[in-house]
């Protein structure tokens, strides 16, 4: 089973609205870290933002939010007022807290966010 | 550096040759990790250091892959006798710690096998 599921491969949204990138996950671990990351087309990875298991709050990072929903597991990630620059993919991407982890992220398919002028 | 800093950023090399691939991690980051991605399969976790020791080799694709890092600081992907399934974009990372903290990336070698 999928450990990380994005199931939107692409996305459009118009300039200056919001918009939001569903994640789902899957784990058993109580202590857990969600991810997210860019990837534009130049290929670098931007890491965004960060939301732990134990968090409350929901993490934001200027534009960026995550609307983490832990009954449900998921790890949407909303960005207000997109630009034109965010057109990029996206990647969840999960960090298991076990003794003895790997240590590595678990990544998601992605999105490709299309922002129209 | 500022960041993590890989090198080459391009690599064109032929089937059968070996390779090997440069991270240097930021300042201070004691975890270092090395990923692949290749078209349509996503992103592919390698091998992670914890300063010079690799806790678990078990994501590296076959024994013509292996990893090194010394001085708790550069590491180095070898790749052997290279196929062409080997081609993809092959990412470093690093982090503080190895624990539940971004891991910041370089911006990668891009591997073509001929």
């Known amino acids: 089973a999928q450990k990380i599921t994005q199931t939107q491969p692409g996305m459009f949204v118009q300039e200056k609205e919001a918009v939001t990138l569903d994640c789902t996950y899957d784990?058993?671990?109580?202590?857990?870290?969600l991810f997210w990351y860019k990837q534009p087309s130049s290929g670098e990875m931007i890491f965004l933002i960060y939301?732990?298991?134990?968090?409350?709050q929901n993490a934001t990072e200027g534009r960026y939010s995550l609307n983490f929903q832990k009954a449900r597991k998921s790890a949407n990630l909303v960005i207000s007022a997109s630009q034109l620059g965010d057109s990029a993919m996206y990647f969840c991407?999960?960090?298991?807290?076990?003794?003895?982890?790997?240590?590595?992220?678990?990544f998601g398919k992605g999105t490709k966010l299309s922002v129209k002028p | 550096g500022a960041g993590v800093s890989q090198s080459p950023s391009n690599k064109v090399t032929e089937k059968g040759k070996d390779v090997e691939l440069r991270c240097d991690p930021i300042?201070?980051?004691?975890?270092l990790y090395w990923y692949r991605q290749s078209l349509g399969q996503g992103l592919e976790f390698l091998i992670y250091?914890?300063?010079?020791?690799?806790?678990?080799k078990s994501g590296l694709p076959s024994d013509r892959f292996s990893a090194e890092r010394t001085g708790g600081s550069v590491s180095t992907l070898t790749i052997q006798r290279t196929q062409q399934e080997d081609s993809a974009v092959y990412l470093c990372?690093?982090?503080?710690?190895?624990?539940?903290?971004?891991?910041?990336f370089g911006d990668g070698t891009r591997l073509s096998i001929l």
């Open positions: 990372a690093s982090s503080l710690t190895v624990g539940l903290q971004p891991q910041h």
């Open positions: 784990t058993s671990d109580q202590s857990y870290g």
């Open positions: 939301q732990g298991s134990y968090d409350e």
């Open positions: 991407a999960m960090r298991e807290g076990r003794g003895g982890s790997q240590g590595n992220l678990i």
């Open positions: 300042s201070g980051h004691t975890a």
């Open positions: 250091f914890q300063g010079n020791s690799a806790p678990d």
